[in-house]
């Protein structure tokens, strides 16, 4: 079956180290999103790729890092300079040619800051 | 420039109720696509569903329908005989053809269902 994987689905991280977080998909798609929701919050957008080795800032880009090497990966990693990094991250990917279907997500990587 | 609006932040109902969750739409295109998500507790978000904007016509899928009216950029949804498990939160999303195929989230609203 086809959708979006998210590892870990818990991650700990210690102040003042680097932390990366999976996202595969196998949909085939062109575009993937990287979202952080805080506890009782909306969706913000942190990192946008439309294509292969090209990526975009969103909202929130400060703190963290992405790339896109391949069209499956897109690997989000929360850097040190991510002053409250504490969150639920959600990626999402999307086919370009079909923007009336929407996104598809993963189920998410809850990072906790201990 | 896109925008979602979710008024209500949070509803607490009784089970059995019937609620309705608000959504208004911004958008300057003519060729758009809403959604409905839900995230329960569990955290991803699943999709509910998807209209465009030339097809104003309401939709039911068993307890759960879609009110879609242009003249207001309104697209409710209703829960009928609301139960527990339709405790989650709920978000309402817009994309249109000239937004560079970026969703625009409206904040969500949670629905607390009381046994």
């Known amino acids: 079956d086809g959708g979006i994987t998210q590892s870990p689905k818990y991650l700990f991280r210690k102040e003042g180290q680097n932390v990366t977080l999976s996202c595969e998909q196998n949909l085939n798609h062109d575009a993937m999103y990287w979202y952080r929701q805080d506890p009782g919050q909306g969706l913000r957008l942190i990192y946008y790729s439309q294509i292969v080795n090209d990526f975009q800032k969103g909202d929130i880009a400060e703190g963290y890092s992405v790339s896109r090497e391949k069209k499956e990966s897109f690997p989000l990693t929360v850097t040190s300079a991510q002053k409250n990094p504490t969150a639920f991250y959600l990626c999402?990917?999307?086919?370009?040619?079909?923007?009336?279907?929407?996104?598809?997500f993963g189920s998410g990587t809850r990072l906790t800051v201990v | 420039a896109q925008k979602v609006t979710q008024a209500q932040t949070e509803i607490s109902v009784v089970e059995k109720e019937d609620v309705t969750l608000d959504c208004v739409y911004e958008t300057r295109d003519t060729t758009y696509y809403l959604f409905w998500y839900k995230q329960p507790p569990s955290g991803e978000l699943v999709f509910l569903i998807r209209r465009n904007s030339f097809d104003e016509q309401n939709e039911i899928s068993g307890r759960y329908s879609w009110n879609f009216q242009k003249s207001t950029s309104s697209f409710n949804f209703t829960i009928t005989a609301s139960q527990v498990v339709d405790s989650a939160v709920y978000f309402c999303?817009?994309?249109?053809?000239?937004?560079?195929?970026?969703?625009?989230f409206g904040g969500g609203t949670r629905l607390m269902v009381k046994p």
């Open positions: 999402a990917s999307s086919n370009a040619a079909a923007v009336g279907y929407g996104y598809t």
């Open positions: 999303a817009l994309i249109s053809n000239n937004a560079g195929n970026m969703l625009t």
